[in-house]
């Protein structure tokens, strides 16, 4: 098949077998023609987006999709983390069961992080799998969550403890979306964007670096690079590694410790990124503890993250807190933590860590 | 490997490449050593089983676990269709992250057909996906529900909506546990294993005609062969068609007109393979109206269902009903309703049927 999009915009492929898909990335792209077409045929598709992201974008998306689907239907979730959860969940089976929809019905997740991953539970579920496509509207979404298939609701004692793997047929980043980005959602999406930089790719955070300025300003260009350069790495590791066996675990770097800010501050008091970009300072400072990295260069990381406009300190939420909190991170085997640590500058690891030098990180990382 | 089982016993292998498992099948399997060798590895097993099987069998797959796991928790469901929801669900949730669970952890479905649905869809979902091994202890899931991965929930507007293809690690079926199966549980399993002869081997039809006596009186020798060769037909087609792209939806034939007779009365009402039974009736009669099979035959299958126990007659909820209820069946496709129905004797197709017709079937079968 052709590339469906214009010189101006890109593509990225995920190379799973026959779960193979590609991500769009462009200006643009809700309004175009191409990113619609050639997707799974149906009489009918369902959009599931929220309140926030409903008045802005569902209207174009409704227009896009209605030359291919006889009927559109819509389903608006409340917005937020604390919403991810099994009654908002039931929310999409509601609709679709109350609408006829059968088992070729395609869901589009319009939103952000949230969005995407209730959808795609909801797909995987629905009659036991149907397709779905995302189509990320903040920039988090887009470099991250809406990429590899992973997809999710939190659980009281827990984030993304109930889920699936379960990919999409396409992923489509529309980046005049990020214009209309609260700056916290920009700020958030940036802590992924980071991210990639030290678990995978130093001249990637050297480039981050040199345009985080611009970034911060929103400049397409430099939003566009960011965000293909984040799917290509998160494409290289989820083709090697579909169901986190082992390499894809690096991409959780920042998150356990971030998972335990957001659980124990209660999900949505921070936004996820503001939670992986402290837990990054910590994972940098735990790396750092370990003999792995230097001083410098945690602090060079940890400064960047500041500039991003993000949290580098942690919520006092206590010591027991956090590590009772972090025994029941998905990473964590036979009841020892394990964490995502830098093994050097440009390439990450998972393993234990004395539990005394977790303290310290703690300590000195949380106020 | 070599078979785990003694020459007394049978196995019978699902070869889905990777996911490639074998159903061990024999008495006393439950008090044996093999069966429970060669598992994935973990330090923590939940048996998640109900108040009916509980008390029968759980101690005695908990001494077969404790030399392979350090831990063996346990979860105890309440038994009915009725509880196979949402909210029964998250008590397995609930007891994985209550007791620190984390990803390696072996679930084992100690029980029926809503047990195996309930725990394999909790086993999907876990952390997305830890392992699990299906331990059937009544004849409708040892040679249907057990084999094959289809794990599911109701909805309260339709059955099994809600659920994955997951496929389990191992099947292990223990015909002694057949011998404390109340009757009507007894006539239930032998719908599903009816079903086999008309869709795929007239020969296995004749013998079960020739021997419905003996498995009445649960001959373990007619019992043993029952459930091998049911559980090798259905390999064959799950092998062929593991996410029912086609060919694998033949398997449920009676199954449309059996889950609106099942979701009409209220779940628990019949018994799933109560409403089976009486839903082949149906289909034969649509088989028969559409020209496909001969009224003798229909006839002579429609004595065998009635001879193993089985209601012949549906529940009166009026034809609108039951159209609506199949309407929402997950074979639909744009509204149409889909059957599965005899192409000739020992071979089935699905199709649709002219609404008269189905109204006619109804009229002929329900009272």
């Known amino acids: 098949m052709p590339s469906p999009l214009s010189d101006a915009s890109q593509q990225v492929r995920i190379a799973l077998g026959e779960r193979s898909y590609d991500i769009l990335i462009g200006p643009g792209l809700l309004a175009a023609t191409a990113p619609w077409q050639g997707l799974p045929r149906s009489a009918a598709a369902l959009i599931v987006t929220n309140v926030t992201v409903a008045p802005l974008y569902a209207a174009r998306l409704r227009a896009a999709l209605a030359p291919h689907y006889r009927q559109v239907h819509e389903v608006v979730l409340p917005d937020g983390e604390e919403h991810k959860d099994w009654s908002t969940l039931n929310q999409v089976f509601d609709t679709l069961l109350s609408r006829g929809c059968d088992r070729k019905t395609v869901v589009f997740a319009l939103g952000g992080g949230v969005v995407g991953d209730m959808a795609g539970f909801a797909a995987a579920c629905y009659m036991r799998g149907v397709p779905y496509v995302q189509v990320p509207t903040t920039l988090l979404a887009q470099v991250d969550s809406s990429v590899g298939g992973k997809t999710a609701i939190n659980h009281p004692h827990g984030k993304n403890m109930i889920g699936a793997f379960y990919q999409p047929a396409r992923v489509v980043c529309d980046l005049d979306t990020l214009a209309t980005l609260p700056p916290r959602e920009l700020s958030a999406g940036l802590a992924e964007v980071i991210k990639y930089g030290p678990i995978a790719d130093m001249a990637f955070l050297d480039w981050i670096e040199a345009n985080i300025d611009a970034l911060m300003r929103r400049e397409p260009l430099a939003l566009a690079h960011a965000v293909r350069r984040s799917c290509e790495i998160k494409a290289d590791v989820v083709g090697k590694d579909e169901r986190e066996a082992n390499l894809r675990a690096i991409l959780n770097f920042g998150h356990t410790f971030g998972h335990a800010i957001e659980a124990g501050l209660g999900y949505g008091e921070w ?97």
């Open 271 to 367: 936004l996820h990124g503001e939670a992986v970009g402290c837990g990054m300072v910590m994972a940098l400072q735990l790396s750092r503890r370990l003999g792995l990295v230097d001083a410098a260069f945690a602090q060079r990381v940890s400064a960047l993250i500041a500039r991003a406009g993000l949290p580098v300190v942690g919520p006092a939420l206590g010591a027991e807190r956090y590590l009772e909190l972090m025994r029941i991170d998905k990473k964590a085997e036979g009841g020892e933590i394990r964490f995502v640590v830098l093994e050097k500058p440009g390439q990450a690891a998972v393993r234990g860590a004395p539990e005394e030098m977790v303290r310290q990180v703690l300590a000195d990382c949380t106020r």
